[in-house]
């Protein structure tokens, strides 16, 4: 059985993911573009938490659709990183 309030904590911070990215393209200067990067970045480990959570507590362990989105979470955090990195 699926716990409820874990997916809607991976909701969330899947879709602050986007909209601090967005944000971040829109920023006013460099120290915003920043901000909201690494705040994109941290919603993005948050989201790789919940997914981790998620596969533990129920039967999609091993599950190959799950794996694709925790490689996507990781991945995102990384390129987060990188741009982060880059553009210092």
Same mark, same amino acid.
């Given at each position: !059985?699926?716990?409820? *309030?874990?997916?809607?904590?991976?909701?969330? %911070? @899947?879709? @602050?993911?986007? %909209?601090?990215?967005? *944000? %971040?393209? *829109?920023?006013? @200067?460099?120290?915003?573009?920043? !901000? =909201? !990067?690494?705040?994109? =970045?941290?919603? %993005?480990?948050?989201?790789?938490?919940?997914?981790?959570? /998620?596969?533990?507590?129920?039967?999609?362990?091993?599950?190959? *659709?799950? =794996?694709?989105?925790?490689?996507?979470? &990781?991945? &995102?955090?990384?390129?987060?990183?990188?741009? /982060?990195?880059?553009?210092?």
């Amino acid at each position: !059985m699926i716990n409820l *309030e874990d997916c809607k904590q991976l909701l969330k %911070a @899947s879709g @602050s993911v986007g %909209a601090n990215y967005i *944000e %971040a393209n *829109e920023a006013l @200067s460099k120290k915003d573009f920043f !901000m =909201r !990067m690494k705040i994109s =970045r941290k919603e %993005a480990k948050e989201a790789t938490f919940w997914l981790k959570l /998620i596969n533990v507590t129920n039967i999609f362990y091993e599950d190959d *659709e799950w =794996r694709h989105l925790f490689a996507e979470s &990781i991945e &995102i955090k990384k390129i987060f990183s990188s741009i /982060i990195n880059k553009s210092k």
